[in-house]
């Protein structure tokens, strides 16, 4: 089924304020990632895992705007894939929605896996994966509401997000300047370059950590994806776009300045947020409480921005003829409720593979949505490259949000990431992606040439019927 074919189908609503996208977007790109996973990224590189952010939030705010040209073009909620069907062809738009899906999944299965520590902060007895199942039940029932209860929910979620981050960097800042909080002696930022110097593990470890510092910018594309119920793309995708630089500079930057200024890098285990070991050892009342309950927020906000786009996609690639037809059923209220359920079923493996491995949960499925966001990313510049190539002068010249360093700026990104996807190769713990990604990828070819055959089966069978 081409785009055009789709007219007469039922439509996503647009119920989406300028508000809902500015926090949708924010409550994608803040997640576990940032809140759990800067952890392994910090005892990789040490203090200089700070550059690592600025380097991955350049690149992807390039990858953003790539997007962003497309979608303020043709504002559609399947982004991505609807303009990889457009452009390059009909494999690579399969390719795209199924691979986007796919890492999605892989994503809300990891902030699913780190739920259940945030909740044993509070009540260590209770099992990870429970607390996972809880969640998973609670987030699939807030996507099955009408679109604009979601962006409601998703907003809220993501104010609290902000606030404690802006309250954490301004008490942090406090406790750097003054000593409150620390018995009235500044910390300073000594801790920045005293315990093996601000690159301890060199250029090297700063590039090992760029796989986690990636994958907590996984969740920005979300933009694109509700650019198809927005009421209004063409000022609202912009501004969401635009804003990701200082996001990064404040939420990312920012915090993980604060949290390495005031503890000894080396100090921090991994076995909790770093943004709560901290504050629990500098022995601020309550503060590490209130942090807690940020971080568990946090991940579900993200989750169910996950499961708010795989439910889309799904919807998309049905329409596309690229996905069985259930997929592209809306309920009465305009939710995509079998893409919504089938996308939640899925994830729920996640709470399986707690069950099995409780401490390697976690790793395994950031290398997996790490392998899927490299795709990810790559087919979005290039999308946008031969998006320009099919435009007249004309229509080139009528784009008023562009990609900046077209096309140079898309030949960067491809070989950062193939930079990445060379660093993950030294990296033991996400060597398992390298092996993922060829096998997914010929899977999905694969599905693909049945799905061809099918098709070509039953046209044939219907013109020997005629």
């Known amino acids: 089924m081409s785009t055009a074919d789709t007219a007469t189908e039922p439509h996503l609503r647009r119920s ?46 390039l990858v953003m705007r790539a997007l962003g040209e497309m979608s303020v073009h043709t504002p559609t909620s399947g982004a991505f894939s609807e303009y990889a069907f457009r452009d390059w062809g009909r494999f690579p738009g399969f390719f795209s929605g199924w691979n986007y899906w796919f890492n999605y999944i892989a994503v809300s299965m990891a902030e699913l896996t780190v739920v259940g520590t945030y909740v044993n902060y509070w009540y ?52 750097i300047t003054t000593g409150i909080g620390n018995g009235g002696v500044p910390t300073g930022i000594d801790n920045l370059w005293t315990h093996g110097g601000f690159a301890p ?7 090992l950590g760029l796989v986690v510092v990636m994958f907590s910018f996984g969740g920005v594309e979300l933009i694109g994806i509700t650019a198809g119920e927005a009421d209004d793309p063409r000022r609202s995708i912009p501004t969401a776009i635009n804003q990701v630089v200082w996001r990064i500079l404040v939420f990312y930057v920012g915090a993980l300045f604060v949290i390495l200024a005031l503890y000894p890098w080396t100090a921090i285990d991994g076995q909790a947020s770093p943004f709560v ?13 209130l942090l807690n309950a ?64 409780p401490e390697q949960a976690f790793l395994y499925v950031v290398a997996v949505a790490m392998v899927g966001a490299v795709f990810n990313w790559s087919m979005i510049v ?15 010249a009528a784009l008023w949000f562009r990609m900046p360093l077209f096309p140079y700026g898309n030949y960067l990104v491809l070989a ?7 660093v993950m190769g030294f990296s033991p713990g996400y060597r398992l992606a390298l092996v993922v990604g060829p096998l997914w990828l010929g899977g999905l070819y694969l599905a693909y040439r049945v799905q061809l055959a099918r098709a070509g089966a039953s046209r044939e069978a219907t013109t020997v019927g005629a």
């Open 277 to 289: 070991e901290i504050f629990d050892r500098m022995h601020v009342p309550g503060a590490a409480h």
């Open 416 to 422: 950062f990431l193939a930079l990445l996807v060379v």
């Open 16 to 61: 989406l304020k300028n508000r809902h996208i500015q926090l949708i977007a924010l409550g994608g790109a803040i997640g576990t990632g940032l809140f759990y996973g800067s952890s392994s990224a910090i005892q990789a590189g040490g203090p200089s895992i700070l550059l690592a952010y600025l380097v991955g939030g350049a690149v992807i705010f």
């Open 124 to 175: 260590p007895g209770i099992p990870t994966w429970i607390s996972a199942a809880v969640f998973l039940v609670v987030v699939t029932a807030i996507n099955l509401l009408e679109v604009r209860l979601f962006g409601e929910a998703e907003f809220w979620f993501a104010i609290v997000k902000v606030v404690a981050i802006i309250a954490m960097i301004a008490l942090g800042l406090l406790i």
């Open 201 to 207: 593990h060199g250029l090297w470890g700063t590039c």
């Open 382 to 396: 290039i999308t946008q490259i031969l998006f320009r190539r099919r435009l007249t002068p004309e229509a080139t």
């Open 294 to 357: 940020v971080v568990l927020t946090a991940a579900v906000s993200a989750y169910n921005s996950g499961l708010y786009s795989n439910g889309r996609m799904l919807f998309s690639l049905a329409r596309q003829g690229n996905a069985p037809r259930y997929l592209g059923r809306l309920a009465r209220n305009g939710a995509p409720a079998a893409g919504v359920l089938t996308s939640s079923a899925i994830t729920a493996l996640a709470v399986v593979l707690l069950y099995v491995l």
